[in-house]
Each structure stands twice: as structure tokens, then as C-alpha cells.
């Protein structure tokens, strides 16, 4: 069937979706806007249904271990042989949740955190023939968030001279990656994993350092105030990174010190209005000293 006008009678064509193709001529297109001629011809029905491509952002996963640490954003390309883009139209669910229609103005966002999220989508085209199966993209693991690091031993503050404790706990979402690795550096420096305890699941963490006091005798004490130095304590800062699978870091730090054994120098460590008037007397004495 061809040059299918108005009125022409096409009851012949006995299926519920057709293909038609349009024919339109100009003689001389620069002079005219006028059609010289135009017809549409039966070319058959449209019985293949439309496929669907995509594209991930970023398109491979920013993480470590296959994990993404960021929002996935989902692209969706629809095709068909007969209907164009703009007559397709495109669903998609996100973790089996509502149907939603696809627009490149608002496109899918992945961003539960969990190991098994899943894009389902389809295209429907102009004749009404539905992509079938659907598309499904599985297993995309994400997990945004840093393991959270808790120091509680030492506390802020001083510690005795001797053995002391470092221990706490790292949490990490059920839903996330899981921990990988936890570190402890003493003074800027990594303590060998040999040296640092761990639970089965890493989850609590132990270590031990022998604080020194500073100075050995009320002489040593006497001549560094003098000198206006005075090391009433040693300070040692501690810091325990944990890593999830991802690549994920998260940590916590304690800053302890370990004062002088003597009372005096205690004291002084307490009260450091009271140091900075001794500071002031020696500033003035010492001239008088010296001369």
C-alpha cells in the first residue's frame, strides 16, 4: 500500500501497531517552504521491541575492593528500529522501590549505603512493545561512610609513669565494607601490626608504651628551672586510623603526659599561673645574679 492520503480507506491492514513511512519533496527548497509533494507508504508493523544501553558515573568504582564511595549516577541510552528516542519511553526501579519514567533532566541516583544495590530498566516504544526481560545491573557496592575511631584508653590528661594502656573500639555499619586495616602511630611514627592487638571482627584494639617521667632528682629539677626550662613532663601523642574495605578512613587521637615524680613540679604543671610568675621573678633577679 502506497500514497496513503487523507480518506484513504486502510481497513486492509489487519494488526494493532503499523509501520508507515513519509515522503516529502521540494523542487527548489531555497525559494519555498511549500511542499511539492508529500505521501505516506505502508512499510509493515512494528513487532520488535526497543532495547536499552547504560552508563554509570563514575564508571568504575572510585573505592577500593570494587566499592564505590560516592553517589552512582545511572544514564539510560534508548534504541529502537522504528521509534525515535523521543517517542520511548524509559522505567527503571532502584532496589526494587516505585517505577519511576527516566528523564535525562533527573536521572537515577544510587546512593544507599549496602553491598547488593540493583537498577532494574526497560523502554517501551511508540507501538506499544515492551523490552522484555528487563535490564538489571546488580551488585553495586556502596559505603560513603568512615569508620568511626574511639580512644577510650588514655584519656586527655596525664598518665603514671609505667605501663599504659591503649586501647578503644571502631565502629562500622553493618551495611558497610567492613574493616580492613586499623594502624596506631606513637609520636608520628606506625607501630608494627605485631604489636597491636585485635578483636576477630577489628572492632576493639589494644597496644601498650611505657611512659617516662622527666628529670631523676630535685637537682635536675632546680638547675631547669634556672635555666628556665623546666621539663616537668614527657608528652606522648597517640592517633589510630582504621580502614574499611572500601578505602574508607577514620581516626581519633589522645595527647597524654607523664609529670615529673616530685610534688613541686606536679604542682607547677597545674597551676601555670603560678610558672609564669616564677618565669617573671627569675626575669628580674636574673640581672642582678649575673652581674
Not at 503499523?18 to 531555497?30: D, G, V, W, Y
Not at 522505567?91 to 544495590?117: A, C, F, L
Not at 599504659?164 to 567492613?178: A, D, H, N, Q, R
Request: charged residues 20%; proline residues 7%.
Amino acid at each position: 500500500m502506497s500514497n496513503v492520503n487523507p480518506g484513504k480507506d486502510i481497513s486492509s491492514i489487519q494488526v494493532d501497531a503499523i509501520r508507515l513511512k513519509a515522503t516529502f519533496e521540494r523542487s527548489i527548497p531555497k525559494d519555498t517552504p511549500i511542499l511539492d509533494k508529500w505521501s505516506v507508504s505502508y512499510v509493515g508493523g512494528d513487532y520488535d521491541p526497543p532495547w536499552t544501553e547504560y552508563e554509570l558515573t563514575p564508571s568504575t568504582p572510585d573505592g577500593e575492593n570494587g566499592w564505590y564511595t560516592v553517589t552512582v549516577e545511572v544514564t539510560l541510552y534508548p534504541h529502537d528500529d522504528i521509534s525515535p528516542p523521543e517517542e520511548i519511553i524509559t522505567y527503571y526501579k532502584i532496589n526494587g522501590d516505585t517505577q519511576k519514567i527516566y528523564s535525562v533532566n533527573n536521572k537515577p541516583q544510587i546512593s544507599s549505603e549496602r553491598r547488593s544495590n540493583e537498577v532494574e530498566f526497560w523502554s517501551v516504544d511508540a507501538a506499544g512493545n515492551n523490552e522484555t526481560p528487563h535490564n538489571n545491573i546488580k551488585n553495586i557496592m556502596i559505603d560513603r561512610t568512615k569508620p568511626t575511631v574511639t580512644i577510650t584508653s588514655p584519656s586527655w590528661g596525664t598518665v603514671k609513669a609505667g605501663d599504659v594502656k591503649v586501647s578503644g573500639t571502631i565502629y562500622e555499619s553493618l551495611e558497610g565494607s567492613g574493616i580492613n586495616t586499623v594502624e596506631v602511630y606513637f609520636n608520628g611514627g606506625i607501630i608494627p601490626n605485631s604489636e597491636v592487638q585485635l578483636s576477630a571482627n577489628k572492632d576493639y584494639f589494644e597496644w601498650h608504651f611505657t611512659a617516662e617521667s622527666s628529670g631523676t632528682s630535685w637537682k635536675d629539677i632546680l638547675e631547669d628551672i634556672w635555666a628556665l626550662s623546666a621539663p616537668l613532663a614527657f608528652q606522648y601523642d597517640i592517633e589510630v586510623r582504621a580502614y574499611d574495605d572500601a578505602g574508607n578512613m577514620g581516626n581519633s587521637y589522645v595527647t597524654v603526659s607523664c609529670p615529673h615524680p616530685h610534688g613541686f613540679a606536679s604542682f607547677l604543671m597545674q597551676y601555670e599561673w603560678l610558672w609564669n610568675i616564677i618565669e617573671w621573678f627569675f626575669d628580674m633577679i636574673s640581672p642582678f645574679i649575673t652581674s
